[in-house]
């Protein structure tokens, strides 16, 4: 930091010792100096102006030195306020406590002036320093925060529609662990054909699993300008097979996506899934029953190169079925004893009252289940709903 752009303010109940600390400062190219005679004035002065550095004595009348950084310290302004303390007492026990209460140094009465200059200087670098790490990371957080709201809005709303007799419904959660995320949820319906279901987990956690994340669902998404597009989902293996022959090319990160892709027929009720490393889906019958849809695995998207062929699964949706798909920080979130939420209370849910297993509440769930825990990974479901048509 240069000098001549610092401000500091001096702290003491003796004129003396200001007038000869001011000297000093103006030697060094401070020229932004104010005083105080004790602790109530040097508050005041700090809610009034921002400085670089804090010239503290101990002993002052009204309030003295302890009581500033006891002050400063429970309102959290030492973060970026660094202060010396310059005092007559010896001992060791007030150079301790002062150290606790947050001040950066402690300088003995008389002081040497070679001494305090070098510490000025340094603790007014370091004070530079400081600011600039707090405005990198201030600018990080921004671009972040602002990278959260742009992946939130490339989730689609909750979708409600009818179809050949039969009303349609897809509800959506999803909850990244940090600003931003590498779950992925997605649905569109190619005419009134077909629905597609995307659910997806990128591999690792922050900006680079968003990044592909977002690649991935733009990939899919990018099918539906194809000629052929009705004939890639109704096998959606193949759709799988032509994202995952782009996701392995330069993935030198070796970066993959586990996903689940599911493909209904809106006239049959019949639905196609693949199953690419992922967790397999819940499916809950409309008299009650849970089953785990027994897909045939396959690996990841990204990993094995274009040559790899992915499988399809099929299976009919009657009139209220429920096709419940998850990411598997639902499946792996941990509580404070470290027991996984599991895909037994999963189960559990679906077999609750119709009107109870919405997302939202299997989300509150298993917020309520971590107690309190953070969360370690990103959240995302899916709810799909294949019911006779309203009368």
């Known amino acids: 930091m240069n000098p001549q752009t610092a401000c500091v303010l001096i702290v003491d109940d003796i004129d003396e010792n200001r007038d000869i600390l001011e000297r000093r400062l103006k030697r ?44 400063l310290k429970a309102h959290g302004r030492l973060t970026d306020l660094p202060v010396i303390v310059i005092s007559a007492l010896s001992d060791l026990e007030p150079v301790v406590r002062c150290i606790e209460l947050g001040a950066e140094d402690f300088i003995l009465k008389p002081f040497n002036a070679t001494l305090l200059r070098a510490r000025i200087l340094a603790m007014l670098e370091k ?24 992946q939130l809005a490339l989730v689609p709303a909750n979708y ?44 690792g956690k922050g900006a680079g699993p968003a990044l592909m994340m977002a690649r991935t669902q733009a990939l899919f998404r990018g099918l539906l300008s194809r000629p052929d597009v009705l004939e890639i989902f109704r ?31 809106l006239q049959t009720g019949c639905l196609r899934c693949v199953c690419a490393g992922h967790v397999a889906p819940f499916l809950s019958r409309a008299g009650g029953a849970v089953e785990r849809v027994q897909c045939d695995p396959d690996l990841p998207l990204g990993l094995m190169d274009g ?4 499988r399809s699964t099929a299976l009919t949706l009657a009139a209220r079925d429920h096709l419940l798909i998850v990411t598997d920080g639902v499946t792996e979130a941990t509580n404070p004893s ?48 294949y019911e006779e048509a309203d009368r």
């Open 28 to 71: 060094m190219g401070i020229a932004s100096i104010e005083q105080a005679t004790n602790g109530r004035e040097a508050l005041a002065a700090i809610e009034r102006r921002s400085f670089d550095l804090v010239l503290l004595d101990i002993m002052m009348p009204e309030m003295d030195g302890f009581e500033v950084l006891q002050h």
């Open 127 to 150: 004070k530079k320093l400081r600011d600039q790490v707090r405005e990198e990371l201030a600018r990080k957080q921004a671009e972040l925060a602002e990278a959260r709201t742009l």
């Open 160 to 203: 409600r529609g009818h179809h050949h007799g039969r009303r349609v419904s897809i509800d959506i959660v999803l909850e990244p662990a940090r600003e931003v995320g590498g779950d992925l949820v997605d649905h569109f319906v190619i005419g009134d054909e077909l629905l597609v279901v995307l659910i997806g987990d990128v591999s």
């Open 235 to 265: 096998a959606p293996e193949r759709a799988a097979d032509l994202v995952n022959a782009v996701l392995t090319r330069g993935n030198d990160s070796c970066m993959f996506v586990t996903m689940l892709l599911a493909v209904m027929d």
């Open 307 to 310: 040559d790899y062929r992915y």
């Open 338 to 385: 470290e027991a996984l939420f599991g895909e037994e209370r999963v189960v559990d849910f679906l077999g609750q009252p119709p009107g109870d297993h919405t997302v939202v509440s299997l989300l509150r769930q298993v917020r309520e289940f971590e107690s309190g825990m953070p969360s370690f990974d990103d959240v995302a479901a899916v709810h799909l709903r």
